[in-house]
């Protein structure tokens, strides 16, 4: 799906996704590029192939992930008995880099231009979730884009990670709020 605008923050950095897809690649995907914001992430659910990347091979088999960066030239060849199907997402990312701490979750994500692996997060799940909510357009359903999108971005860096404890903490309550909590509950009971 071209012509999308689904667009989120995380940390300093706004990613804006492009294109979505799911294709069955029968032939050869040649070689190319993205520019200096572009990130495509690459999930292949079934099928065999093999990806080049900057002129090393790669074999492609069910379950693997990978992600090309700016600038970074690849190329899809599919076995001929059994192609690889390809879910697929591009995001435009812009940020200043003086934004991004160097403990940010994303900073992982914007130090690899390129990554391959084995899915560890079940991004199956994710992925087919966000084809759903193309499909079936219900109530709300570009904010549960933008959410799962964020999502895969997140998942994608533990992918990438040897270990996703984070050692970030979620915002504590605030007095007041605290307060307010308080006072509820005492009228509650």
């Given amino acids: 799906m071209k012509d999308l605008y689904i667009s989120f923050t995380i940390d300093a950095v706004k990613f804006v996704v492009t294109n979505i ?22 999930y292949i659910p079934f099928g065999y192939g093999t990806v ?33 199907c390809e879910y697929g997402i591009n995001f435009d990312v812009y940020f200043k880099k003086e934004k ?15 990554w391959i692996g084995q899915d560890k997060q079940n991004l199956m799940v994710l992925f087919q979730q966000i084809f759903a909510e ?12 933008e959410a799962l999108c964020k ?19 979620l915002p504590k309550f605030s ?6 909590l308080a006072m509820e509950e005492a009228f509650l009971y």
Avoid: W
Avoid at 21 to 42: A, F, R
Avoid at 134 to 145: A, I, S, V
Avoid at 151 to 169: A, P, V
Avoid at 175 to 180: E, F, G, K, Q, V
């Fill in 21 to 42: 897809s799911d294709q069955i690649i029968t032939s050869t995907y040649p070689k190319h590029c993205h520019s200096k914001n572009s990130y495509e992430i690459h």
């Fill in 151 to 169: 999502m895969l971005i997140i998942l994608i860096i533990r992918n990438y990670e040897k270990t996703s404890r984070s050692f970030h903490t």
């Fill in 100 to 114: 991004i701490k160097k403990d940010s979750a994303v900073s992982a994500f914007l130090e690899n231009d390129f």
């Fill in 52 to 84: 080049i990347i900057d002129e090393q091979s790669y074999a492609i088999s069910p379950n693997t992930l990978y992600i090309t960066g700016p600038n970074i030239m690849h190329e899809q060849l599919p076995d001929r008995q059994e192609p690889m």
């Fill in 134 to 145: 193309l499909k079936n357009r219900l109530t709300g359903y570009p904010y549960n884009l």
């Fill in 175 to 180: 007095l007041d709020s605290a307060r307010n």
